[in-house]
């Protein structure tokens, strides 16, 4: 199985479907919730299946792993950084998304993960151009991406809507 080193402590390596039960219990997150545009609350096992497939439709449209899941060193899944499959198969550019289970925010490890994931997919699939797009509220991963090499790009008003809100955005990047 692939892995991707963050530190001593942490590493990535490929979801799989026996990271369902963790996937559930991280994501029914109220707080998660706000700060992401597809992770419903309450986040059920049919969520979590929902997202397996993604993530399986995604190794097919790839033909490689495309989300991680973020553990320690023990081996237990902490979040998950992965594309959002915005992009066709074969563009330079491609945008990630990632989440940190609540009890392991706040220590540094979403902008270890998002860098090493980064440079991950410059270095080993050739893009040239990694975005992510975040609510212009969650000021914690904007952090995150500003400790990992991201620049800040520009705000993207009104660019999703969630529940009966239109919700501005930040866009970030980071190029080879």
Not at 60 to 77: E, H, P
């Amino acid at each position: 199985m692939k892995t991707i080193a963050i530190s001593n402590e942490y590493y990535l390596s490929p979801v799989t479907d026996s990271d369902k039960d963790r996937i559930a219990l991280c994501c029914n997150d109220e707080e998660l919730f706000r700060n992401t545009l597809r992770v419903p609350y309450p986040y059920t096992e049919n969520d979590a299946q929902n997202f397996l497939n993604f993530v399986t439709e995604c190794r097919i449209k790839y033909g490689t792993d495309m989300q991680f899941a973020v553990r320690d060193k023990s081996g237990i899944m902490l979040g998950v950084v992965g594309v959002v499959s915005k992009y066709s198969k074969g563009s330079h550019v491609e945008e990630i998304g990632y989440w940190i289970g609540r009890d392991f925010r706040n220590q540094g490890l979403a902008s270890k993960a998002i860098r090493a994931f980064t440079d991950y997919l410059i270095s080993h699939l050739n893009y040239i151009r990694i975005e992510a797009i975040v609510f212009q509220h969650n000021e914690a991963s904007q952090r995150a991406l500003l400790k990992a090499g991201f620049q800040y790009e520009g705000l993207l008003r009104k660019l999703h809507v969630k529940g009966d809100r239109a919700l501005d955005c930040k866009l970030f990047s980071f190029i080879k």
